[in-house]
């Protein structure tokens, strides 16, 4: 039998701590998500994490049953009552987490204590294991047999955060080739060049910039489920609100009701103007009407990049504007590589020119983000990092990358 709680905080790593402390070492993580509490649409609502563990029922043994006393009357004299014998088990102290237990009774002679708590000795097998095994399947009997000092640890942790093999090897053997050998023992320092490598190659975009005396139009399209609708009500409102700028609304996704329905929901909150298309030639107009504004943001519809009509009809929609348009594709951080280089190569088909990345908080690996920007010529100029409207996006930087790829 399995019992099982959720707990909430502000971050995965607090979530857990609390669900360790009332479950003790044994809980299983089953799973996690980000929920969010308050708000409207998401629209200033509180990020959360919520985990949901699981920990065995374990049996309350019985305590034996104890025989019952019995008195033998050796004399004819009346005997004194007799006395009741109370039988029981004595409790041991519980330990507490804000207390400290009883303070244990020394090892035997000639062992040591082990003070390191069990969980820490826990993750530190299972890394062990993890980097033996990445040593093993390349060849070598242990993660650093390819490379000296902490360059050896460095190198693992690329390739754990599914950063290229030939591209992990190629920033190592710079970092090596730079850092005298003592040097090679400073973890700091290397990891500091390693850093500086990695993002002098992330390529970063401009964000958005206004022009006076006509509207900036900035179209965003990407997969489907990408967040391109949420993105867009960031955008907005931290041009309308933080930037004082006057922002109009267009949106071509009328596939999805929901959607439609979202971003009127934002443009009413937001007090925004709004205009639903349905044909290439309403594009236009919609366009015409809010030439007025400094800035035109446009949500289209989610495509797959597989489906070429879908991606034909986008195209179709953006080359009838009669305007410059910036396009924007948006990825998903939990991409990975493969299907991140099939999604950039089918979407060139409509001529984007700049990168969103979204859910940063949703992944655990960035090597892709690296791996794809030395891969093709657009730069990010943006990424998420929820769903909270509009704190939950900022300027790319890539110093700030890096650190993620390699930490």
């Known amino acids: ?50 985990v949901t563990a699981a920990v065995p029922m374990k049996s309350v043994p019985v305590p034996p049953t104890l025989p019952k006393t019995s008195q033998i009357i050796t004399s004819s004299a009346t005997p004194p009552p007799a006395q009741r014998v109370i039988y029981s088990t004595p409790t041991p102290p519980q ?8 303070k244990p009774s020394p090892p035997p002679k000639g062992k040591e204590v082990d003070t390191t708590s069990a969980v820490h000795k826990e993750l530190l097998e299972i890394k062990a294991k993890m980097e033996s095994m990445l040593g093993e399947v390349r060849g070598g009997k242990g993660p650093t047999y390819k490379y000296p000092g902490k360059s050896g640890e460095l190198y693992i942790r690329l390739l754990q955060n599914e950063v290229d093999e030939t591209l992990s090897e190629t920033l190592i053997k710079r970092v090596i080739a730079e ?7 400073d ?47 960031k955008l907005a409102a931290d041009f309308a609100f933080e930037k004082r700028k006057k922002v109009a609304i267009i949106t071509v996704d009328t596939y999805r009701i929901a959607a439609v329905e979202q ?42 990049q597989r489906n070429s009509m879908q991606l034909v009809e986008l195209k179709s929609f953006i080359d009838s504007a009669g305007y410059r348009l910036e396009i924007f594709l948006l990825l998903s951080a939990t991409t990975k590589d493969k ?31 690296l791996n794809l920007s030395t891969q093709i010529p657009q730069g990010i100029a943006y990424v998420t990092t929820g769903q909270n409207v509009p704190e939950d996006i900022e300027e790319a930087n890539a110093n700030k990358l890096a650190k993620l790829i390699i930490q």
């Open 179 to 185: 850092s005298p050998g003592p040097l090679l023992e």
């Open 95 to 102: 330990p507490s987490i804000y207390y400290p237990s009883p």
């Open 187 to 233: 973890e700091y320092f290397i990891e500091e060049r390693l850093r500086n490598h990695i993002s002098s190659l992330i390529k970063i975009g401009s964000p958005i910039q206004l022009v006076d005396g006509s509207p900036k139009i900035i179209c965003l399209i990407g997969p489907t489920g990408i967040g391109k609708t949420t993105t867009l009500a």
């Open 263 to 304: 971003l009127k929901a934002y443009a009413e909150i937001l007090n925004l103007p709004l205009e639903v298309v349905f044909t290439p030639s309403e594009f236009k107009t919609a366009i015409d009407k809010s030439s007025d504004s400094n800035l035109i943001l446009i949500d289209t519809a989610g495509r797959s």
């Open 1 to 50: 039998m399995m019992k099982y709680k959720t707990y909430e905080a502000l971050t995965l790593q607090q979530a857990i701590l609390k669900m360790t402390i009332d479950l003790g070492k044994d809980a299983l993580l089953v799973s996690h998500r980000n929920i969010r509490k308050g708000g409207v649409w998401g629209l200033f609502g509180q990020k959360m994490v919520e």
């Open 339 to 369: 299907e991140l280089i099939d999604i950039v190569d089918n979407f060139k088909k409509v001529s984007f020119h700049k990168l969103i990345f979204t859910k940063l908080d949703e992944t655990v690996t960035f090597g892709p983000i």
